[in-house]
């Protein structure tokens, strides 16, 4: 398959300019995000819960130089304002969260806490920030109410979520909304929702996520056990959404006209691919020897079908994604592969991104 069409990417010199808080900087997507700005000379203020797993991309990464890193939780208020008020932030990327379906199941409760408080926690905390111009709440492509028809969600489509994480983020956006329209909208500073879809890439050792169980289950010599092989999901690799964020926090702070409070990032509806499909993909560009099994019974129920339209990015941004989902997957295993043989994750990292940056041009 063909590389897509080429979208844009960000200002370097914009983001030299910014001082940028980002929650959720410990997790995969976060530190691979924090690289990309640390590479593009941003001041960046961290914020997150320490990693969860063993290993885990940041520890493996650190230190992030010129980041100030602040291990803390969004449930808490006056650490949020005391971190906001001694960095004083020019940009915000909200991306701190509960993220994963199956333990939403387990943990309900604490699940709509962080994703639901936690982010008004979050916004609360911003607002005595003098110097902010822009936020970019992440929450998820989970958001929407899935009716399982099979058509790609647009933007204005009902928010909804079957499962306490999906409700929890469809929360999430109502709670931005509200405090855009009756706090920072009289403020100046611009907000706005991001919603991703399914992110692979290197450095992802999550629980109960497709890519980091196939390549446990490599390491261990079994079977990979499979909940929803016949699924689709919109698989993107990392630096498609995080590209978004950025080109998304740009618009936002330069004012750009008719911008929406929320958008899209993920493939071409067409460029997705069934689970079963994805796992022997990655498996076998990891040379795994055992193949996958379906799992005899699924505890919690997950939607089959899912798939965004990211058109309205690619129309107000010119964002579109660099990759096709055979190549980001081929990115991701040839990332596990050499990580395995001993290469560094930083490094791995970065030769990505400028690789991304570059070949993609």
Not at 127 to 151: H, P
Request: glycine share 8%; with cysteine.
């Amino acid at each position: 398959m063909e590389s897509l069409a080429i979208g844009r990417l960000p200002d370097t010199s914009f983001w030299r300019r910014q001082r940028v808080f980002l929650t959720g900087h410990t997790g995969f997507k976060g530190t691979w995000l924090a690289l990309w700005l640390e590479m593009m000379g941003a001041e960046v203020c961290g914020y997150s819960h320490p990693p969860e797993t063993t290993p885990n991309l940041f520890d493996n990464v650190q230190p992030v130089a010129g980041m100030r890193s602040e291990i803390g939780d969004i449930r808490d208020l006056e650490d949020l304002r005391r971190v906001v008020r001694n960095f004083g932030p020019t940009i915000a990327l909200h991306m701190a969260a509960q993220p994963l379906v199956r333990r939403s199941y387990r943990n309900p409760v604490e699940t709509m806490a962080e994703n639901v408080m936690g982010t008004a926690n979050v916004l609360e905390a911003l607002r005595s920030a003098a110097e902010l111009q822009a936020i970019v709440v992440i929450t998820t492509d989970k958001v929407y109410r899935n009716l399982e028809t099979g058509r790609a969600f647009v933007e204005d489509d009902p928010l909804g979520g079957h499962d306490p994480y999906s409700a929890s983020k469809a929360a999430a956006e109502i709670v931005t909304s509200s405090w855009s329209q009756s706090f920072f909208q009289e403020k100046g500073v611009a907000v706005a929702t991001a919603r991703a879809g399914n992110v692979v890439g290197g450095g992802d050792w999550s629980e109960d996520r497709l890519i980091p169980d196939i390549w446990r289950a490599n390491q261990k010599g079994e079977a990979l056990v499979l909940r929803y092989p016949r699924s689709t999901r919109p698989w993107e690799h990392v630096l498609e959404p995080l590209c978004g964020y950025l080109l998304f926090a740009e618009a936002l702070t330069e004012r750009r006209p008719a911008l929406p409070d929320a958008l899209n990032f993920g493939p071409p509806p067409e460029d997705e691919l069934p689970v079963a499909e994805v796992a022997d993909l990655v498996a076998s560009a990891l040379g795994a020897e055992v193949g996958w099994v379906p799992a005899e019974n699924v505890e919690f129920v997950e939607m089959r079908s899912l798939a965004l339209d990211a058109s309205l990015a690619t129309r107000t941004l010119g964002w579109r994604p660099r990759l096709n989902t055979r190549q980001a997957l081929e990115w991701t295993a040839a990332w596990y592969k050499a990580f395995d043989e001993g290469g560094s994750p930083r490094e791995l990292i970065e030769r990505q991104i400028t690789r991304y940056i570059s070949e993609t041009e």
